[in-house]
């Protein structure tokens, strides 16, 4: 089968979800034998990798502004594939699949699929004409590809109360992984089980300005362990002023470090020693960072928010949304207790074992594909049969 990705920035991811989503299962997919390209924006991707871990990447230009580069990607990934023989094309996030409808109405031998993974308007960055172009663009993902698919049950229940539409659930994955070697902490002098980590875009609705509240005002009545930190891992995207507003609230603060952007081995090291995990988000869809925490064996604290309590389940604790004194209460209880720490952890890593398996996603995504082309293939001997009548 050959298979198109189209929405994501480019793999080998850097960051955000739906990069290291893709990256995840178009390997996989090309590991099976399926013929995969992924188009990626020239700026994310060395323009000198064409190909990476079996699939075949397609750079492709764009405007690089805050409201145009996905537009303008999307759009001329979209001409390019139209002159392509695809059996099928997956387009990523609500924004580039409003543009599925192109191959809709010029490619109609093409299946269309497309991946649901969050409201994206109700994030912060957005302004109300964005908005309003993305909520439009929800309802064309739901509507023109023949086959939609959401990665969190609460995202599905979303859709079928408002669109009267039951589409396929498969989720994000994470990796069961831990990383012994603590050599690279050392450059910011961290010490294992003495740091509280957050992994995430340096974005509003992310929340970080609560969990930095919460810190500080835990530091200020003495109830964090001395030389103990917080540990903020990500880059702003498009976000600048609100990345300098976390800084500020930061400000003075030896014991809160903001380590920017990390991949690979770092990110390892920092999600296998840290003490527990904080997932502060206002919205989200399901978050890969926690599934990837999870994995690592930490301990999730995490809003009460319908895609937290949905990835979680009875692993960790919640506290209200947007609430600074529940973080806080959550923190100050478990500072205390390793051993409790401990076995949520436990209990957080077997439950991304025995539910967010990359390999069982990519054969679930990859049965979607078999029957849109069924589907398709049975429409088509039955037009056949029809008109030799």
Not at 11 to 24: D, L, N, T
Not at 172 to 191: H, K, Y
Not at 333 to 362: C, M, T
Request: charged share 25%; proline share 3%.
């Amino acid at each position: 089968m050959k298979i198109a990705f189209i929405g994501q920035k480019g793999i080998p991811a850097a960051s955000g979800g739906v990069e290291k989503h893709v990256e995840k299962l178009a390997t996989r997919l090309a590991a099976s034998g399926q013929d995969v390209y992924v188009y990626v924006r020239s700026h994310y991707t060395d323009i000198n990798l064409t190909e990476y871990e079996g699939v075949k990447l397609i750079h492709v230009p764009c405007i690089r502004t805050k409201h145009l580069e996905a537009l303008t990607y999307t759009f001329f990934a979209t001409l390019h594939l139209l002159f392509q023989n695809y059996d099928v094309v997956n387009y990523h996030s609500i924004g580039p699949g409003a543009l599925a409808i192109l191959p809709r109405i010029f490619r109609p031998d093409m299946r269309v699929v497309a991946t649901f993974y969050s409201r994206d308007y109700l994030h912060q960055k957005w302004n109300v004409l964005a908005r309003g172009c993305l909520r439009l663009a929800e309802r064309l993902i739901c509507a023109v590809p023949e086959k939609t698919i959401v990665t969190s049950k609460n995202l599905q229940a979303y859709v079928l109360r408002k669109y009267q539409k039951k589409l396929v659930c498969i989720p994000s994955g994470a990796e069961v992984a831990f990383e012994s070697d603590t050599a690279l902490l050392n450059q910011w002098g961290l010490r294992p089980k003495r740091y509280i980590l957050s992994v995430s875009r340096l974005v509003a609705h992310k929340g970080i300005h609560y969990l930095i509240k919460a810190f500080n005002e835990l530091e200020d009545t003495n109830k964090i362990p001395n030389n103990f930190k917080l540990v903020i891992v990500g880059a702003p995207a498009n976000t600048e002023e609100y990345a300098e507003f976390l800084k500020v609230l930061a400000s003075g603060r030896g014991n809160i470090l903001f380590l920017g952007e990390q991949t690979g081995e770092i990110l390892e090291e920092l999600f296998s020693h840290a003490y527990l995990f904080v997932q502060a988000s206002e919205d989200e869809g399901l978050s890969l960072a926690l599934l990837e925490a999870m994995g690592h064996g930490l301990m999730p604290i995490a809003s009460d928010i319908g895609a937290n309590r949905e990835a979680i389940a009875d692993t960790g604790v919640f506290f209200r949304n947007k609430d600074v004194n529940g973080l806080k209460t959550e923190l100050a209880y478990f500072l205390s207790r390793p051993e409790e720490v401990a076995n949520f952890g436990h209990l957080a890593k077997e439950r991304v074992r025995a539910q967010y398996s990359w390999d069982a996603i990519a054969r679930q995504t990859l049965e979607v594909y078999e029957n849109v082309l069924r589907k398709h293939d049975a429409m088509k001997q039955h037009y056949v049969s029809y008109r030799s009548k």
